[in-house]
């Protein structure tokens, strides 16, 4: 990877002043100021020949310039135009020969249901903290063809993506991407790495798509809302509404083989599945 083609942090820091861009926490910009990080970021998301990269948020570029130096292609989306709109000039400055495999889609990620050009084939992202679980379902519900990924999200999130059932973090985020995916945990990163800087560390995820569970995903996704919407309660308690009484609730429970005693926590997202497809009566 060139070293003089990624941006260093007084690179971010003078193309910021030129811009007049003031970073915000309403738009969840942090931005990677860190070469090795970038590096260490491609590396460890395998991406190489072959590969289409979705980003989602590339900000100044940092991330941008690393990947296009492993794929054959990635498309950036941005939600900030200035930001957009600038993107294409930085890869032609730096990395001239690359400029062609470079495609911006000025957009907000949760709205995106479609890509141009080839199918994309991975997500690598620096997600913004305040929307990165939204994206990423957002992502691989709308983009079956990504196989793989990694992102860096805050170091709390990325604990809750990768918790098993009956562990503290596991939560909706953990059942809902694992619906999609099979995640991990791939590091972490120290907050020193971004400007601003935030005020909390970040963790790095990687995911495999494998195949969903047998059922409706937005059957399934609503019995888990449900069942965490009030957490401290029993299943039985926690489905009323959804099934309609606590005695509804019970009957399809026992019938999907599932303790009306227990807690949503210690149920997988194939248990969710077959309770949302099980019939009452």
Not at 165 to 184: D, E, F, N
């Amino acid at each position: 990877m060139a070293a003089d083609a990624l941006l260093s942090a007084a690179d971010v820091r003078a193309l910021a002043a030129r811009l007049g861009l003031r970073p915000t926490k309403t738009l969840g910009q942090n931005f990677v100021v860190d070469p090795n990080t970038v590096r260490r970021l491609v590396r460890t998301a395998g991406v190489g020949p072959g590969d289409v990269v979705v980003e989602v948020g590339p900000g100044l570029g940092s991330l941008t310039l690393g990947l296009l130096q492993a794929a054959d292609r990635v498309v950036a989306v941005e939600v900030d135009p200035l930001l957009a709109a600038e993107l294409p000039s930085t890869v032609l400055a730096r990395l001239p020969e690359h400029a062609d495999r470079l495609q911006v889609v000025a957009q907000d990620a949760l709205t995106v249901a479609a890509l141009p050009g080839p199918p994309p084939t991975a997500l690598v992202a620096n997600l913004p903290y305040n929307v990165a679980v939204p994206v990423l379902l957002r992502m691989l519900e709308q983009l079956p063809t990504l196989r793989r990924g990694l992102v860096m999200v805050q170091a709390e999130v990325a604990d809750r993506l990768v918790a098993a059932p009956g562990t503290r973090t596991y939560g909706i985020p953990s059942v809902k991407a694992a619906w999609y995916a099979q995640l991990r945990r791939a590091g972490s990163v120290g907050r020193t790495v971004f400007w601003p800087v935030p005020n909390v560390d970040s963790g790095l995820v990687s995911f495999l798509r494998r195949d969903p569970p047998q059922g409706d995903r937005a059957a399934t996704f609503a019995v888990i809302d449900a069942a965490f919407a009030q957490r401290r309660k029993t299943l039985r308690a926690a489905l009323a509404g959804w099934a309609g009484s606590p005695d509804a609730a019970e009957q399809r429970l026992r019938a999907a083989g599932i303790d009306p005693g227990a807690r949503g926590e210690v149920l997988g997202v194939a248990e969710f599945a077959r309770l949302a497809a099980t019939p009452v009566g």
